[in-house]
């Protein structure tokens, strides 16, 4: 379903936030509870951990020597 024009997302820590449920909500929020910090918190949080393991696979990767493959006769 396409947003209307004269609808605006709603954005916690600066990310759309229209794709979660009310479950994944409810979780966030438990969460946030759990860790005694902010929904908006968590979010960043997350993301912020999310990007760092991204870029740490990015580097290990550029450590990761390439044998050449034997034919098979």
């Not at 229209?18 to 902010?38: F, N, S, V, W």
């Not at 997350?46 to 006769?73: G, L, T, Y």
């Amino acid at each position: 379903m396409k947003t209307p024009p004269n609808v605006v997302k709603f954005l916690l820590a600066g990310f759309p936030v229209d794709k979660l449920d009310q479950k994944a909500l409810q979780e966030l929020r438990a969460l946030a509870d759990g860790y005694g910090m902010t929904v908006e918190e968590a979010i960043s949080r997350a993301i912020d951990q999310f990007v760092a393991s991204c870029e740490a696979e990015q580097e290990a990767e550029k450590n990761i020597i390439a044998f050449p493959r034997p034919h098979p006769a």
